[in-house]
């Protein structure tokens, strides 16, 4: 059997408390041989992010100093949990990243071309203070935690704030090490998000990326289970913070989970899951503050739920594409000649749907929409519409479970559906609605769904 991979989230590493609880439920898994991949405290990844960018409108000293008290909960944590020399190691930890974020700042003010290589070494510093700190609690509570660089790891493409891991060569540095101090009998703690380029430059996995991290940890370790702890009692039926009613599930596939974290479902990153697929390694959503309870198992195997639906998930910030042309979708090669303009500019696109004269496409990243679009109309005319957010109805086999359509469809019939995908997979119903109007409709989907069940 594998070891065990626990990944903590930023607010089940925020605090004192919070410490606690986790020394707790990595002492229970010592016979699982535990790895921990920890996130930076609730916050301080918004705060570096915020340094970095007063520091390159200028203003490096109002970047460090309102990233200063965010800095000194490290120093609280340590000031309730550890003494002596341990505390004392803490502190010096801390000062010298200050030190070192401090001069990195003022590089970032006097060279704004510096400023993205730059901010991955920034940010960088949440997740490296986070797993040195939880290293140090981990030894005075009597576990042989040791801080491992994250970055010696998981290597990436240099594409800086969204690097794409190198699988190979992360399964190979993973291995080397952090295998032989687990045969020692070691507790390794690592910083997820962060990881390097082949050149050794800092890289994050974009925004939340330390479940990835974690995944990958574990498909490289072939682990036991993959345990990602939370704020919240699993995976949910929506999002609680829409629908605050919204269950746990005691069990999701991956295929679910896959689709249900791709479109919005931020309890996990969306590219967790593939990690584990490709390693058959189970993933588990606990809750930090309710480690007895069992959490959500993800794993491969599909089970058909009664009434089809398992869970909502909803994604705003969405902008459609549509491109129509009418010598078109007869002639070959046009939508490769589509699909190459994203590619070259490095953009993903969620949903497609085409009809005869034209092709619709959503995307949520908007950064080089301006220069796509320049491209899109050599191929035909082109409208944009911006604000709208994807609702993705999942449950393993819906396609072939009559009515589900019909159902969501009703409950949604006053609001504008504006583009509709469903047969891609055979277990999700993915459709587009206005931002304004997507809370409702989880809502009354939900309602409509699970309510009585
Ligand atoms: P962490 O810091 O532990 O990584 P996140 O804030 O990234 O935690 O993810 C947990 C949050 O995800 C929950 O507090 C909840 O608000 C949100 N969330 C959105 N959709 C779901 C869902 N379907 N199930 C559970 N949580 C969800
Ligand atoms: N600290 C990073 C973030 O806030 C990564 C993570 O928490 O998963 O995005
Ligand atoms: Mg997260």
């Known amino acids: 059997m594998g070891p065990m991979v626990l990944k903590f989230g930023g607010t089940s590493v925020e605090d004192a408390a919070a410490m606690r609880r986790l020394?707790?439920?990595?002492?229970?898994?010592?016979?699982?041989?535990?790895?921990?991949?920890?996130?930076?405290?609730?916050?301080?990844?918004?705060?570096?992010?915020?340094?970095?960018?007063?520091?390159?409108?200028?203003?490096?000293?109002?970047?460090?100093?309102?990233?200063?008290?965010?800095?000194?909960?490290h120093l609280h944590i340590s000031a309730e949990l550890l003494e002596g020399k341990q505390r004392e190691a803490v502190e010096r930890v801390v000062e010298v990243a200050r030190g070192e974020i401090r001069d990195l700042l003022r590089i970032v003010k006097g060279h704004p071309g510096t400023r993205l290589p730059l901010q991955d070494?920034?940010?960088?510093?949440?997740?490296?203070?986070?797993?040195?700190?939880?290293?140090?609690?981990?030894?005075?509570?009597?576990?042989?935690?040791?801080?491992?660089?994250?970055?010696?790891?998981?290597?990436?493409?240099?594409?800086?704030?969204?690097?794409?891991?190198?699988?190979?060569?992360?399964?190979?540095?993973?291995?080397?090490?952090?295998?032989?101090?687990?045969?020692?009998?070691?507790?390794?703690?690592?910083?997820?998000?962060?990881?390097?380029?082949?050149?050794?430059?800092?890289?994050?996995?974009?925004?939340?990326?330390?479940?990835?991290?974690?995944?990958?940890?574990?498909?490289?370790?072939?682990?036991?289970?993959?345990?990602?702890?939370?704020?919240?009692t699993g995976f949910l039926t929506a999002d609680p913070r829409v629908v605050p009613d919204a269950r746990p599930?005691?069990?999701?596939?991956?295929?679910?989970?896959?689709?249900?974290?791709?479109?919005?479902?931020?309890?996990l990153h969306p590219k967790t899951i593939q990690p584990a697929v490709e390693t058959?390694?189970?993933?588990?959503?606990?809750?930090?503050?309710?480690?007895?309870?069992?959490?959500?198992?993800?794993?491969?195997?599909?089970?058909?739920?009664?009434?089809?639906?398992?869970?909502?998930?909803?994604?705003?910030?969405?902008?459609?594409?549509?491109?129509t042309s009418t010598r078109m979708l007869g002639a070959y090669g046009f939508l490769r000649a589509l699909f190459e303009i994203f590619e070259k500019h490095r953009t993903g696109v969620d949903i497609v749907t085409t009809s005869e004269v034209s092709v619709s496409l959503s995307v949520d990243d908007t950064r080089r929409l301006p220069a796509i679009l320049e491209d899109l109309?050599?191929?035909?005319?082109?409208?944009?519409?911006?604000?709208?957010?994807?609702?993705?109805?999942?449950?393993?086999?819906?396609?072939?479970?009559?009515?589900?359509?019909?159902?969501v469809f009703g409950t949604v019939s006053d609001i504008n559906v504006v583009l509709i995908s469903q047969g891609a997979s055979s277990i999700n119903l993915t459709f587009v609605v206005s931002e304004d109007e997507v809370t409702s409709a989880v809502a009354r989907l939900h309602a409509a769904f699970f309510s009585g069940l």
């Not at 800086?160 to 952090?178: D, G, K, N, S, Y």
């Not at 596939?253 to 791709?262: K, R, V």
Request: one cysteine or more.
């Open 121 to 232: 070494e920034l940010v960088a510093y949440g997740e490296r203070l986070s797993a040195a700190v939880t290293a140090v609690i981990l030894r005075s509570e009597g576990i042989a935690g040791r801080m491992v660089d994250a970055r010696g790891c998981i290597v990436t493409t240099d594409e800086h704030t969204q690097a794409v891991p190198i699988p190979t060569l992360t399964r190979e540095r993973t291995r080397a090490e952090l295998l032989p101090l687990v045969a020692e009998g070691y507790v390794p703690v690592l910083g997820g998000f962060i990881a390097s380029a082949e050149n050794g430059a800092t890289t994050t996995l974009g925004r939340g990326g330390s479940d990835y991290s974690a995944a990958m940890v574990g498909a490289a370790l072939e682990a036991a289970e993959i345990q990602i702890w939370t704020d919240v």
């Open 249 to 267: 599930l005691a069990r999701l596939s991956y295929a679910e989970a896959a689709e249900l974290a791709f479109f919005g479902a931020k309890v």
């Open 377 to 407: 109309r050599q191929l035909g005319s082109v409208r944009v519409s911006h604000d709208n957010a994807i609702i993705c109805v999942v449950g393993e086999g819906i396609e072939n479970i009559p009515g589900v359509a019909a159902r």
């Open 280 to 323: 058959n390694v189970p993933v588990r959503i606990c809750n930090s503050r309710q480690p007895e309870m069992p959490g959500t198992l993800i794993d491969s195997r599909a089970e058909l739920s009664d009434g089809g639906v398992k869970a909502i998930a909803h994604k705003p910030g969405i902008t459609l594409v549509q491109v």
């Open 23 to 73: 020394v707790g439920i990595v002492r229970d898994r010592i016979p699982q041989r535990p790895v921990v991949v920890v996130s930076a405290l609730r916050g301080v990844t918004d705060a570096l992010l915020q340094a970095v960018r007063l520091a390159s409108g200028g203003e490096a000293g109002a970047g460090l100093e309102q990233l200063d008290p965010q800095l000194e909960r």
